[in-house]
């Protein structure tokens, strides 16, 4: 675990609003040179604070208008491996998020689709037919709040 200062606190408050902003930019907020915001950047990916910046793609505008989240429980005949089903289950471009979890069932997987005729056809031609599938069960997406950032860290870093 890394010791986290001021400095570092606005670092990622900045970054998890827009993950796009240069060094120098952060520099000029926080009264850093560029050579030293980097610097500090760096030290926050090196020691995995930082894990990536990705770029958020609107899914709607995609023509994906349905997201559905399914709870899967593995058959308990035939004893597929885990392996198995998740390399199936992986292998399928609908499927967005594949979560071993503990409880009820034994995935939960985000799966979007164009509609809910395309999402039937998902469902049966492809999920329903992997390896070892037993009980599932949908919950389609109504709307969707979220923190900025993982875990809310602009919440968590103002806090410090």
Same mark, same amino acid.
Do not use: C, M, N, W
């Given at each position: 675990m890394i010791d986290l200062d001021d400095l570092d606190r606005g670092i990622l408050r900045i970054l998890t609003r827009d993950g796009t902003v240069s060094a120098g930019e952060i520099g000029r907020v926080l009264g850093l040179s560029q050579p030293a915001a980097w610097r500090r950047v760096r030290r926050l990916e090196e020691a995995g604070v930082l894990a990536g910046r990705r770029v !958020? +793609? %609107?899914?709607?505008?995609? *023509?994906? *208008?349905? @997201?559905? /989240? #399914? *709870? =899967?429980?593995?058959? @308990?005949? *035939?004893?597929?491996? #885990? $392996?198995? /089903? $998740?390399?199936?289950? @992986?292998?399928?471009? $609908? =499927?967005?998020? &594949?979560?071993? &979890?503990?409880?009820?069932? %034994?995935?939960?997987?985000? +799966?979007?689709?164009?509609?809910?005729? %395309? /999402? !039937?056809?998902?469902?049966?031609?492809r999920i329903m037919t992997l390896p070892g599938v037993g009980n599932v069960e949908a919950n389609v997406l109504l709307t969707e709040e979220r923190r900025p950032g993982p875990l809310g860290v602009a919440e968590m870093v103002a806090k410090g």
């Open positions: !958020e +793609v %609107d899914r709607a505008a995609l *023509g994906f *208008g349905v @997201t559905v /989240f #399914l *709870g =899967v429980k593995l058959a @308990t005949k *035939g004893r597929v491996s #885990l $392996e198995d /089903f $998740e390399r199936a289950v @992986t292998a399928i471009p $609908e =499927v967005q998020v &594949v979560q071993h &979890v503990l409880g009820l069932f %034994d995935y939960r997987l985000r +799966v979007v689709a164009r509609d809910i005729a %395309d /999402f !039937e056809r998902v469902l049966r031609r």
